[in-house]
């Protein structure tokens, strides 16, 4: 084999690396572990606070030694593969910054009938439309204002230089489109730095292409109310004035010989052959927590606290980024506190400058207020404008305007503060603290430092942040309880376990020693999956395990693909060594093929879908790379160091019982084509027949609306409890079993349109009132602390009725996209237009066939939900059914080459026999992981694992008796043209 030591080095330095990415991954779990333990009491029950404290205590401390190299937990969670908010539980949101209010602020909310008319009626009509809110605002005031232009609104003192009255309407908009974007991007960069307060949460924010909004997730949180208010909050701008440490420097040395004296009073000797290890119990009890540093291993105290130790410069406060957990435990201490001033408040910069060493340093900057108050010199409020400019040496900086009365104070301000700083804080984090250079008397102001374009770029959008409010809402939210998230953890490893542990059974009992080098084939695949998601930091969610568990199925193809070519040129009489070689050979352009198809369909999946899709989208991605790279190029240097003795080497590829099983068929499949489109055809308009007349169940993100996980001690009657809550909610209500018969999914209409808080809590209000009043059971905020005549939501989710019709819009559009990349890859491979026309048919024949499933199930009963996961289902039967036709299309290429005599319908004929058994076998290792997946993955997934059930029979089905069928039928007329004789060559004469 060439390549041989080149497979081996690449094999051994992806293991390493994934040894390496996945060992912080055991760290962290065995930290955890801990913290459990710590955090449960006698009875069971795990106080989640105590456990988020215990995690909080280590954030920033060194847990972890790797080669001499220390990592501190937080470092840790960064780098460990971690789990999605279904797998821990935690919250997603959604929010949409409102363009409502930058319209107003930009107008300076004018009392203007026409214009107040237009803002609310492109405000109703924004609820269910998909164009941009400034289109609708315009088409309206253009209705509402015939001949007017907008700069008679527009064109305000605060706007000046920007719009004029003679400013068009195209400018003004482009204008308006501008400050909706850059609010946005600053809603974003706010957000982003108040998510980072969650710490041990590993929050994740993230901008939705092409929209306005932001999708956010922070696991393990579990106070949704707090969250909420957070998220939505109005960003609070502030001008402060900074005091420098000589200005306060005795309040710092009275905390410090305070503190040293409270550490000598509490130290305990600790045995020098110990570990100077510091106790959970230690760690939290103690308002300043024993520090490791702090304390040497005979119990003796250093002489000064962290708050001086730590002191990286003679100006500020200026401290390592791993020391302010300690520093914080000292400036929140009301013991210590009370040594400093009345008039003095520390706040944090908002982001750390790096060393000349590498270490990454954060100032704690000294507000100077007016005893404590709240209430800054001067408030954002007052600043009109503000965007990134070039100060003298054309470095960045930015440019500020205020108002009249921002003008007025801003020159108090900076006249009694010339040489010193002032510092521009935003929710209490200070974003800069310029020195003030002299007295500013006109409100134009530029602030210059050691910015690079794009941090010039985000201050200006900071500053603007008081100049036009730009409030966000919450359109999108699902609430996963840790409860809920525990089972769906037990059930997805349960699963992957099992639909591995068969398939490992089927191919050893199937394929011998060739079965066992399979085997070795998928493990490293799996372990490849995991350590490559845990380099690029993804979350592993439950559709993530879903796909891992579908990789398991479909990894073993190409290995199946290779055996049956193996063993073909075996029965041949050709030896051992040239067959395997042979079989490498010919299938490699068929695994290709099949895996690139794949993988199309996931990049589109990845590149279009949204939130629980694009998990899927990964794995399936980088499962598909890592299959092909192990079953192609490390099986190949396996078998060859198993074959070292040539063609008498002892491995084999067949057991004893299938040696001739699926070969030497010869059905005659292209006459039985039309009894097949016509059960096809019967069946898909059945099924859609019946969608037309019952409809089918679309879930929550396409519909829009609310649904409730509901938990009780005992079974409850799923239509008892929907009629009893149609009188709360004028019947816009659906009740049904969620994995249990003691577990219930409420989901509701109401208030669809209504995004505000107050309609949040009202219509979470009515379920509980509901459901009490029709079982008489009483609410508990603790799932797992309920008992008889109890019950609780474990999970909840919303998603508005716009943010429903974009996931539609997105999901039609992935399909679309998905087939013609398809087509266009077929054409390319095989240059006929009808072999691509044919498997573009065979695919949207598979997706009507799995929708007409979903409507004949509900008819008996089995309701499955069509939702985003159902789209990335279809898409998966998409690629796994092209994958299955490309095969077969791949051998008849190949046949057709050598056909001689051949009539093209035998060819065709004899490709799908040739290939049957791979054909079969692929399908029925991929059924057993998928039947395990729908019977044991849980409520989550079952709608998916239907889905692929379906798809992977009709897929099956379809490579075989539609798309090369079609493609006879396509060819006619160069079939029919095989037995004509051509006709004879006529000599012209002259």
């Known amino acids: 084999m060439q390549n041989k030591g080149v497979i081996v080095f690449l094999t051994v330095i992806i293991t390493a690396l994934c040894l390496y990415y996945l060992s912080f991954t055991f760290v962290s779990s065995g930290i955890q572990q801990k913290a459990e333990a710590y955090a449960t009491d006698a009875s069971g029950n795990i106080d989640f606070a105590k456990r988020r404290a215990y995690l909080d205590s280590i954030w920033r401390e060194p847990v972890y030694n790797f080669l001499g190299a220390d990592f501190t937990y937080q470092e840790i969670k960064e780098t460990e593969l971690g789990l999605g908010l279904d797998l821990q539980g935690g919250m997603h949101v959604t929010l949409a910054v409102s363009p409502v209010e930058i319209v107003k602020g930009l107008a300076g909310n004018p009392k203007d009938e026409g214009f107040n008319k237009s803002i609310e009626e492109a405000r109703e009509q924004a609820k269910t439309s998909d164009s941009k809110y400034v289109d609708l605002f315009y088409a309206a005031w253009q209705k509402n204002n015939p001949g007017k232009k907008l700069s008679s609104i527009f064109a305000t003192a605060a706007n000046r230089g920007r719009i004029s009255l003679e400013s068009s309407d195209s400018e003004i908009l482009d204008l308006i489109n501008t400050e909706v974007e850059n609010a946005i991007e600053r809603s974003f960069n706010i957000l982003r730095t108040r998510i980072d307060r969650f710490g041990t949460s590993q929050p994740n924010i993230q901008r939705i292409a092409g929209s306005g909004r932001i999708q956010i997730e922070l696991p393990g949180v579990d106070n949704q109310e707090r969250v909420r208010n957070m998220l939505q909050g109005v960003a609070k701008l502030q001008f402060w004035e900074v005091l420098e440490l000589n200005e306060f420097g005795g309040a710092i040395e009275n905390i410090n010989s305070t503190w040293v004296a409270d550490q000598k009073a509490t130290a305990t000797p600790v045995d020098s052959a110990s570990t100077a290890e510091v106790s959970p119990e230690d760690s939290l009890k103690n308002a300043l927590e024993k520090q490791l540093e702090q304390i040497d291993p005979m119990g003796n105290t250093t002489d000064v606290s962290p708050l001086i130790s730590s002191l990286k410069a003679n100006y500020g406060l200026v401290y390592d980024v791993k020391d302010t957990v300690a520093i914080n435990r000292i400036i929140k201490n009301e013991r210590y506190k009370s040594f400093l001033p009345r008039d003095l408040k520390l706040l944090w910069g908002v982001k750390p400058t790096v060393a000349e060493d590498g270490s990454e340093l954060l100032e704690l900057y000294a507000i100077k207020t007016t005893r404590g108050s709240d209430e800054a010199p001067l408030e954002g409020d007052v600043v009109t404008d503000a965007r990134q400019t070039l100060d003298q040496t054309s470095r960045p900086a930015v440019s500020m305007q205020m108002n009249a009365e921002g003008a007025r104070k801003w020159r108090t301000l900076t006249s009694e503060n010339v040489g010193r700083r002032i510092a521009v804080v935003l929710d209490d984090y200070v974003y800069t603290a310029p020195v003030v250079n002299g007295e500013i008397p006109n409100g134009q ?215 001739n099983a ?104 009515k379920v509980k009132e509901g459901i009490a009043n029709v079982t008489g059971f009483t609410y508990v905020d603790n799932a797992e602390q309920i008992s008889d005549g109890q019950f609780s939501i474990t999970g909840s989710s919303k998603v508005g009725a716009t943010v429903a019709d974009d996931i539609k819009a997105s999901s039609a559009e992935a ?170 060559e006529t000599k012209k004469v002259a």
């Not at 969608?691 to 509901?710: E, H, M």
């Not at 013609?820 to 491979?829: E, K, M, S, T």
């Not at 009709?954 to 160069?974: C, H, Q, R, W």
């Open 815 to 984: 399909m679309i996209v998905a087939l013609i990349a398809i087509f266009l890859y077929i054409l390319l491979r095989f240059r006929k237009w009808q072999f691509s026309l044919a498997s573009i048919v065979a695919l949207v024949h598979d997706t009507l066939f799995v929708i007409a499933a979903f409507a004949i199930g509900s008819a008996f009963g089995a309701t499955f939900e069509i939702d985003q996961v159902f789209i990335a289902a279809v898409l998966t039967v998409i690629g796994y059914s092209i994958n299955d036709t490309v095969i077969i299309f791949d051998r008849i290429r190949e046949n057709i080459d050598a056909r001689g005599t051949n009539k093209l319908v035998k060819v065709f004929n004899d490709s799908i026999n040739q290939t049957l058994g791979r054909t079969l076998i692929t399908s029925f290792t991929t059924l057993i992981v998928v039947i395990i997946l729908l019977l044991f993955g849980g409520e989550v997934l079952r709608g998916f694992s239907f889905a692929l059930f379906v798809g992977i029979v009709v897929g099956t089905y379809s490579s075989i008796y539609i798309a090369t069928p079609i493609v006879v039928d396509l060819m006619k007329k160069e079939i029919e043209n095989e037995g004509t004789p051509a006709p004879k």
């Open 662 to 765: 699926l070969s030497g068929m010869n059905i005659d499949f292209m006459s039985k084509r039309k009894f097949a489109y016509l059960i096809s055809t019967s069946i898909i308009v059945i099924g859609l027949a019946i969608a037309a007349i019952n409809g089918l169940k679309f879930g929550v993100d396409f519909t829009g609306g609310r649904s409730y996980i509901v938990a009780f001690e005992e079974a409850v009657v799923p239509s008892d409890l929907k009629v009893g809550l149609d009188g709360e909610f004028d019947g816009s209500v659906e009740v049904k079993t969620y994995g249990s018969n003691n577990v219930l999914k409420v989901t509701t209409s109401y208030l669809i349109n209504e995004d505000d808080d107050a309609s949040n809590k009202e219509v979470e209000a």
């Open 445 to 659: 102001s530029e602030i210059a430092g050691n910015f690079t374009l794009v941090e010039a770029q985000d201050l200006a959008n900071i500053l603007k942040s008081g100049s036009l409010p730009a409030p966000t809402q919450i359109v999108e939210e699902s609430i996963i309880g840790p409860t809920l998230g525990k089972e769906a953890q037990n059930q997805g490893v349960f699963s992957m376990i099992a639909g591995l542990s068969l398939v490992v059974l089927f191919m050893i009992a199937y394929y011998a020693k060739g079965g066992l080098v399979a085997i070795a084939a998928l493990v490293f695949n799996i372990f490849f999956i995991l350590g490559i998601l845990a380099q690029l930091g993804t979350a592993l969610t439950l559709p993530g395990i879903a796909g891992i568990v579908l990789t398991i199925g479909m990894s073993i193809d190409a290995n199946v693909l290779i055996f049956e070519r193996i063993k073909e040129e075996l029965r041949n009489g050709v030896g051992l060594i040239a067959a395997i070689n042979a079989g490498y050979s010919k299938a490699f352009s068929a695994i290709l093929d099949g895996n690139v198809t794949t993988f199309l369909t996931g990049a589109i999946l990845f590149a279009l879908g949204q939130g629980p899709v694009k998990g899927f989208a990964i794995v399936l991605m980088i499962g598909i790379a890592c299959s092909f790279f192990s079953s192609v190029f490390i099986t190949r240097v396996i078998v060859s160091w198993m074959t070292k003795k040539g063609d008498k080497s002892s491995i084999n590829f067949t057991a004893p019982f299938a040696k």
